[in-house]
């Protein structure tokens, strides 16, 4: 396997139940410290890809499309112009975030950035031409976003969110 050859199939236990909970208290621990120092710790995504080049990351608040109820998820993001951009990879599972659903029902939000909280966006998701331009640099900002791709039959789908 050459170095930049990428696994023909999502690794075993991925989608493990144990695999998700242990996101999901990452996530949440991440959120706290985030929130805590203002950015100032857990603002860079420094695994996998992002070792090397560490990469921005936000947190983006969603409300339950069903619930009603407040989430925090931290996500990468790349700056464009004036939005951001988030990707809905879920690491190459079969199936998209729930905050990628929460934000369809629910476009009007809010994020976080390092030093910034309350920052108001609105959400949509991008058409396939913003995508088609959008993917190679949010690739080139994370190169395992290609990794999650060639995992997944899905297209992963690109969310771009616009200061309101």
């Not at 420094?46 to 080049?53: E, H, I, T």
């Not at 975030?97 to 108001?120: M, S, Y």
Request: with cysteine; glycine share 6%.
């Amino acid at each position: 396997m050459g170095r930049f050859s990428l696994p023909e199939k999502t690794p075993d236990g991925l989608d493990s139940p144990v695999t998700a909970a242990a996101i999901k208290y990452m996530a949440r621990a991440q959120v706290k410290i985030f929130a805590l120092t203002n950015g100032r710790v857990g603002a860079r995504w420094r695994v996998g890809a992002g070792f090397r080049k560490p990469v921005p990351t936000l947190l983006l608040e969603h409300r339950g499309r069903k619930s009603g109820r407040l989430f925090t998820t931290p996500l990468l993001y790349l700056r464009h112009n004036e939005d951001l951009v988030i990707v809905a990879s879920q690491g190459g599972l079969p199936r998209n975030p729930q905050w990628h659903f929460n934000l369809i029902a629910c476009p009007e939000t809010r994020v976080h950035l390092k030093g910034r909280r309350d920052v108001a966006v609105t959400a949509h998701v991008a058409s396939a031409e913003e995508r088609c331009d959008l993917w190679p640099l949010l690739v080139d900002l994370y190169a395992d976003f290609a990794k999650y791709q060639a995992w997944t039959e899905r297209e992963i789908p690109v969310v771009v969110l616009s200061p309101r």
